[in-house]
């Protein structure tokens, strides 16, 4: 989540609406002055809110900072801090505006506990979120309504949970709520349902997914479908899609072989170039759950040549580990 | 039901006996067949018998030892009962090359992974399928009468096993829908499903979240002539996954209660969710009903427990469950379990959300 960009749009717009009809140059040039000093046109409790949850984001990116080159202990002790630092700061954000929903999910998040016990207090905020900010007609893309994508942001939230903590069936038809609302689904939602249907083995539905986003293809998609192949125990296809899967996603193989601990999305997930090594790193760790039910997998996977090969490749290349 | 390898052994034996009396008067033969538990007991060599059964009666030697002591064994005495099992099994195959458990039992044993081990029974699943179908063809030939269909079903039940154990191994290796068609095979062959495989695609479905599924299966077992109904654990494990998996805590408490109700323990061996061994031979025959078959159950619905981010390590749905437990255990159940389970993780957990529901008031 972009808070600050959320944040001078929302200012901008708001500015606008105040002044009048402006011609789109016009508003150009508001929209500049806000981007300039968006702190200086805050107004309402809502914006306020909003700035401080922007702020205390990047608070919390800065403090990730140096934390790569930290042990074990201190690591966690760090995150720990930071954790219920945002917790705190998101408390300040509510308090200025109780509506202020990506405070309140970023609340719970900062809570980090584990998936089964935040998914009550999610659901709990969606409803409260849905009667507060979607009581009026929807338009056609709820993404495109910015006091939305908080709504939008806690449903994405409850089915990563609902994937994390082992209900699938519940995760992709959270999913495919979210992608009702906001087709374009900016928020990735599909990738989250690809993931949830190859758990539970149901190939009509993911080839159908597949084809409603015309079959784009992502490192979860790709990962996602290895893992559907190799369950139905249709091991030529599901060779020939984890070679896919490598070839197409730049140190994807790498990313599978050699996972690493990636940190709790607050309160989405991170922006990362399609196919690219970041992409293949959150789907790898989004699927881990799944992965970790089909036990021989990742062996298999490594005793696949063009795997194997893409991998150590990767590694030689970047000076990774191996 | 399940396979129990010695009664198997004795009614292989006893078959054999009276069909070497075929050709008596029946008063002589029933006369002689007097004589056959003793003699089975005491004097085993004296009875009739070929190469094959043979071969299965160091079988079940082999499954007392693998799959009835060893799990409970010293690692001491393990190394004296893995290389006995070891030459049991090879001894049966040299007597009978077609004795398939023997064949299976060995391998299972030298599988370094779950994959390996599934492999190799699909590979050999035709096969054995058509060994099986042909003794059992040559059976309703050879032998008249009853005895023909009870020759009939022995033929067929090296098969049965193979298919139950692909159906389980497909289980543990995330393969589901493969599994389900093992037992759907087991089933079709062996619509009394003396297998048992029923049990493992309960918890199949529960893995697919496939709840009008289980409901097929379940009115399916309702005709089945069983002590259970459709109360065996690993149903009523697969319905409380499927309530859990639905957020619908009330029905997921209602099940467990059930479960607490049909087996004495529950509440402790539901918090322990031990992990143990699958018998090699078969599924371990258990009394229905009792403690051990509820502790066989919830191993094999680990699949399920362990599922999930979890930071106690047992999986979403099995920290849930050991919270459960907790708050239904007598206390002398509580105090066992507080001495096996370190308990303070999930208090702590416990306080924070305490902290959490009072920020949301």
Known sequence: MNARAEL????????????????????QELFNDVKGDVERFVETPAEEALLLVARA?????????????????????????????????????????????????????????????????????????????????????????????????????????????????MAAEKAEEVMALAPTDALGMRHTCALALARLEDESAFDALDVRFSRQGSAWEHLARTILLYKLGRMGAARR????????????????????????YLPDRPEAPALS?????????????????????????????DCFFAAQDFARRNNYDW | MAFDAKWEDYQRMALRFAFSLKDMEPLAAAKEFVSFGRRYAQERDSLPQTDAERAFHLVAEATTLVDYQLPFATDEEAETIIPRAHRLLDEALTLDPRCYDAARMAVAANCPTFESYYDYLC??????????????????????????????????????????????KALICGRNREALRFCKDALELDPADTADTRFTAALAYAKLE????????????????????????????????????????????????????LYPNAALTLARQKE???????????????????????????????????SLGRGAFGSWLLQECLSIATREQLEEIREEIDLTALSSRREDDQGNKEGWR
């Open chain 1, 241 to 264: 899609a984890l070679g896919g899967y490598a070839r197409l996603c730049e140190g994807g193989a790498y990313a599978l072989l050699k996972p690493v601990m990636v940190d709790t």
């Open chain 1, 57 to 169: 984001l990047d608070r919390h990116e800065e403090a990730r900072k140096d934390e790569d080159l930290m042990d074990d202990e201190a690591f966690f002790s760090s995150r720990a801090k930071r954790m219920s630092r945002l917790g705190r700061d998101c408390g300040a954000a509510l308090a200025i505006d109780p509506t202020c929903f990506d405070a309140a999910l970023l609340a719970v998040l900062a809570k980090d506990q584990d998936p089964d016990w935040i998914l009550e207090p999610l659901l709990k905020l969606e409803q409260r979120a849905i009667s507060t900010l979607a009581a009026g007609p929807l338009p056609a893309d709820a993404w495109d309504d910015l006091t939305l994508r908080p709504l939008l942001r806690i449903k994405a939230a409850v089915a990563r949970t609902c994937l994390d903590s082992a209900r699938y069936r």
């Open chain 1, 277 to 305: 090594f970041a992409e293949a790193t959150l789907a790898v760790h989004e699927a881990d759950p799944i992965v970790c039910d089909v036990p021989d997998f990742v062996a298999w996977a490594q005793n696949q040549r």
């Open chain 2, 210 to 261: 496939d709840e009008q599924g289980l409901d097929q299966l379940e009115s399916r077992c309702r005709k089945l002539p069983h002590p259970y109904g459709t109360n065996d654990a690993w149903m009523l494990l697969s319905r409380l996954a499927l309530a859990h998996k639905r957020r619908n805590l009330p029905l997921a408490r209602q099940v467990l209660a059930r479960i607490a109700e």
């Open chain 2, 123 to 168: 590979e050999m699943e035709p096969e054995v399928r058509a060994y099986c179908e042909e003794a059992r063809n040559a059976a309703l030939l050879d032998v008249s009468g009853e005895r023909a269909v009870e020759v009939a079903n022995i033929a067929l039940h090296p098969h049965l096993r193979w298919l139950a154990a692909l159906a389980s």
């Open chain 2, 276 to 310: 143990l061994p699958d018998g090699v031979f078969a599924r371990l025959a258990m009394p229905p009903f009792s403690e051990d078959e509820l502790i066989v159950a919830a191993s094999e619905a680990t699949v399920l427990t362990q599922e999930g981010r979890d």
């Open chain 1, 8 to 27: 001078i749009e929302r200012v901008a717009l708001r500015r606008r609406e105040q002044l009048g009809p402006l011609s789109d140059g016009a508003y």
